[in-house]
């Protein structure tokens, strides 16, 4: 069984390729809050179990073993964000103090009732597809909100941040997941991006724009 301190790395890992394409020992250190000689250890550990892939001057990665069970502990994340949301009156941004120190305790059995307890559910509330019970996840063609051209519609696949009060103004300006809107301006110099939504136009910052994940539409 896993450590609550190598769920976090292997979590830290699978983010950050996610997002970035690679990850490297500074990323960790900065996203964690950890030295890199502490972070340069642990991955040192996890790569000599066989969860991570990491190579002198090289960036880190997930082995197999290592993918699939960060897959698993993101699952129970997700899944106790979904059940907090729906089942306990929680919004979408205050979840992540509790389901942080929730998914390191929960049982694989409890996480398999909770999933069957909400209809099996293929996304958390902030759109984030849940793994399978193997730790698979499923990959989704999506593309930052910045990244769109003016005049596409696309569709809101994830919120793609932790900060809770970038998290908070997000969802107050109507960029939920499964929300539709159309790119209708793109201001020069990272000027705001002008998007239609909610039958209104809302000019949004690049920074928020480019953690906001769509689907193109048309």
Known sequence: MLSESSEMYLQTVFRLVEKNGEA?????????????????????????????????REGVSLSESGRRAAGKVLRKRRLIETFLVRMAGYSPY??????????????????????????????????HPIPSQEGE????????LSAAEPGEKVRVAV???TDVE???YIDQLGF???????????????????????GKETPIAVSLASVILVERLS
């Open 166 to 168: 970038m998290m908070k």
């Open 137 to 144: 996840v499923e990959q989704v063609a999506t593309l930052p």
């Open 176 to 198: 939920r997941p499964d929300s539709t809107c159309t790119i209708v301006e793109k201001k020069p110099f990272d000027g705001p991006v002008i998007v239609a939504i909610n």
């Open 24 to 56: 490297t020992v500074g990323q960790i250190a900065e996203v964690m809050g950890h030295s890199l000689s502490t972070v340069s250890e642990k991955v040192r550990k996890l790569t000599e179990q066989g969860l991570l892939v990491h190579e002198w």
């Open 94 to 127: 205050e979840v992540h103090e509790d389901a942080c120190r929730l998914e390191h305790v929960v049982s694989e059995r409890l996480t398999d009732a909770l999933d069957n307890m909400l209809d099996y559910p293929d996304r958390d509330p902030h759109g």
């Open 159 to 161: 919120i793609s941040v």
